[in-house]
């Protein structure tokens, strides 16, 4: 019996908080571009046929622009034995950015960074790893350590004019 106990205390459990099979659309997720500020990026966000979610556009470094972001402000409650958010993804080589907020209110996003490969992949994202920033400007010591996520968003802005395409099967948090 006490080996049944000790062994169920280390079962790592997962929750799903993002999973296109399921969603009836793309609705709920909302495109911020660098036309806030004067830019002229363009993205798009939908499901596609295979039932995945697609972010995709053009980001121009006219104006003083260079980012596309597509947000989803919800609700996510995570236990103290959450660790990392694990995204299954397909990328076209780039460099992105996965954010979250504790707090959908709060003024600035705790950040990673990550490459997308071309291929099918899965990222996985340690929280503790998750940086602040406002604007661009780093935060100093301030880590994601919190059971709440109220909002989340993809990222891109590599200084560059480039067209993009990443698709998004699911997000989970281990």
Same mark, same amino acid.
């Given at each position: 019996?006490?080996?049944?106990?000790?062994?169920?205390?280390?079962?790592?459990?997962?929750?799903?908080?993002?999973?296109?099979?399921?969603?009836? *659309?793309?609705?709920?997720?909302?495109?911020?571009?660098?036309?806030?500020?004067?830019?002229?990026?363009?993205?798009?966000?939908?499901?596609?046929?295979?039932? *995945?979610?697609?972010?995709?556009?053009?980001?121009?470094?006219?104006?003083?622009?260079?980012?596309?972001?597509?947000?989803?402000?919800?609700?996510?409650?995570?236990?103290?034995?959450?660790?990392?958010?694990?995204?299954?993804?397909?990328?076209?080589?780039?460099?992105?950015?996965?954010?979250?907020?504790?707090?959908? *209110?709060?003024?600035?996003?705790?950040?990673?960074?990550?490459?997308?490969?071309?291929?099918?992949?899965?990222?996985?994202?340690?929280?503790?790893?998750?940086?602040?920033?406002?604007?661009?400007?780093?935060?100093?010591?301030?880590?994601?350590?919190?059971?709440?996520?109220?909002?989340?968003?993809?990222?891109?802005?590599?200084?560059?004019?480039?067209?993009?395409?990443?698709?998004?099967?699911?997000?989970?948090?281990?």
């Amino acid at each position: 019996m006490r080996s049944l106990l000790i062994g169920i205390l280390f079962i790592q459990t997962s929750m799903t908080l993002v999973h296109f099979k399921s969603e009836k *659309n793309a609705k709920n997720w909302r495109i911020v571009n660098d036309t806030v500020m004067g830019g002229v990026s363009a993205s798009d966000f939908s499901i596609n046929s295979s039932r *995945n979610g697609v972010f995709k556009g053009f980001v121009s470094t006219r104006n003083n622009g260079g980012f596309a972001m597509v947000q989803l402000y919800q609700q996510f409650k995570l236990t103290e034995q959450t660790k990392k958010i694990c995204i299954r993804l397909k990328g076209d080589g780039k460099n992105y950015q996965f954010r979250i907020k504790s707090n959908p *209110n709060q003024p600035f996003w705790f950040v990673k960074n990550f490459k997308t490969s071309g291929k099918w992949e899965t990222k996985v994202l340690q929280l503790e790893e998750f940086q602040a920033y406002f604007r661009g400007f780093r935060l100093a010591s301030r880590k994601f350590n919190t059971q709440n996520i109220g909002a989340l968003a993809f990222f891109i802005g590599n200084k560059k004019e480039e067209h993009f395409q990443l698709e998004i099967e699911s997000i989970t948090v281990e």
